[in-house]
C-alpha cells in the first residue's frame, strides 16, 4: 500500500514552453502533496506544500506564477512549470501524506526528470 | 527552524566492510520525527525508518541499524557488511510532529567497491 506515482517520469522541451507533471496517490487518499525539486549531487528541496481543494503553500523563494501547482481531488496534484528555461531543469519529486500528523510519514513518487533545451 | 547535517558528502568502502553515516540535528521542539532515506541511481526515495523523539531505543532491520542519541542530537545509521547493492545516496531528515514538512540533510553518497 501507499504508493505513489509520477507521470511524466523524464520530459524534454523547448525552453519557453510549459510542462505539467502529475502526481497520483494510487490507494491511498492524500490530504497533502509536497513538491520537492533536486539538483544534480544535492538535497532535495522542498517547493511547496499543497492541501485538497486549497491554494499550496510555496516556501520562500521558489516563484508561485513560475510554478503552477494545482490540488484538485485526494488523489491527484499537479506542478506546472510554466515557461521553463534551461535554469527549470531538474529532477521533480512528489510525495504524499495520509493526513497522520502524529505519523509524520511522506510517501514519495519516482520523480520525474525535466530537461529544457 | 529546523535543521540537519550530513557532514560527508561521499564515503567509498570495500564490500563487506560496515559503514557509518552520521546525522546531526537541530531543532527547539521536544517532539520530532527523524528519518533515513536511500535514493539509487534510479532516483527514488526508498523509506527506511522513522523515529520519534522519545523512542531513543537502537533499532537493528538486518544489515541496516541506527543509533539515536538525544544528547548529542544525532541519529546515526550504520550499514554492516556493505554490497554493492548498498552504493546509494543516503539522506537524513527531520519533522516536527503535527507537521509534515521535511528537512533534509545533503546526503551521503556511499559508493560500495566490490
Known amino acids: 500500500g501507499a504508493v505513489v506515482s509520477q507521470h511524466p517520469s523524464w520530459v524534454i522541451c523547448k525552453s519557453g514552453t510549459s510542462v505539467k507533471i502529475e502526481c497520483r496517490s494510487l490507494?491511498?487518499?492524500?490530504?497533502?502533496m509536497f513538491w520537492y525539486r533536486q539538483f544534480p549531487k544535492q538535497s532535495l528541496m522542498l517547493m511547496a506544500t499543497?492541501?485538497?481543494?486549497?491554494?499550496?503553500?510555496?516556501e520562500q523563494g521558489v516563484e508561485k506564477d513560475k510554478f503552477l501547482i494545482n490540488h484538485a481531488s485526494l488523489t491527484l496534484s499537479t506542478l506546472t512549470v510554466t515557461s521553463a528555461h534551461p535554469e527549470d531543469s531538474s529532477f521533480y519529486i512528489c510525495?504524499?501524506?495520509?493526513?497522520?500528523?502524529?505519523?509524520?510519514?511522506?510517501?514519495f513518487g519516482p520523480g520525474t526528470r525535466l530537461t529544457v533545451l | 527552524a529546523q535543521k540537519v547535517t550530513q557532514a560527508q558528502t561521499e564515503i567509498s568502502v570495500v564490500e563487506k566492510e560496515d559503514v557509518t553515516l552520521d546525522c546531526v540535528y537541530e531543532t527547539r521542539d521536544t517532539t520530532y520525527y527523524l528519518f533515513w532515506y536511500k535514493q539509487p541511481p534510479s532516483g527514488e526515495l526508498v523509506f527506511l525508518i522513522r523515529?520519534?523523539?522519545?523512542?531513543?531505543q537502537n533499532e537493528i532491520s538486518g544489515r541496516y541499524s541506527w543509533n539515536f542519541q538525544k544528547s548529542t542530537s544525532s541519529f546515526n545509521f550504520t550499514i554492516t557488511a556493505s554490497q554493492v547493492v548498498d552504493s546509494a545516496v543516503y539522506f537524513c531528515?527531520?519533522?516536527?510532529?503535527?507537521?509534515?514538512?521535511?528537512?533534509f540533510g545533503k546526503g551521503n553518497q556511499v559508493v560500495v567497491i566490490p
Open positions: 531528515a527531520l519533522s516536527l510532529y503535527g507537521n509534515n514538512r521535511l528537512a
Open positions: 510525495s504524499a501524506s495520509r493526513g497522520s500528523p502524529d505519523h509524520n510519514e511522506q510517501f
Open positions: 499543497s492541501n485538497e481543494g486549497s491554494k499550496a503553500t510555496y
Open positions: 490507494d491511498f487518499q492524500a490530504t497533502t
Open positions: 523515529r520519534n523523539s522519545f523512542d531513543e
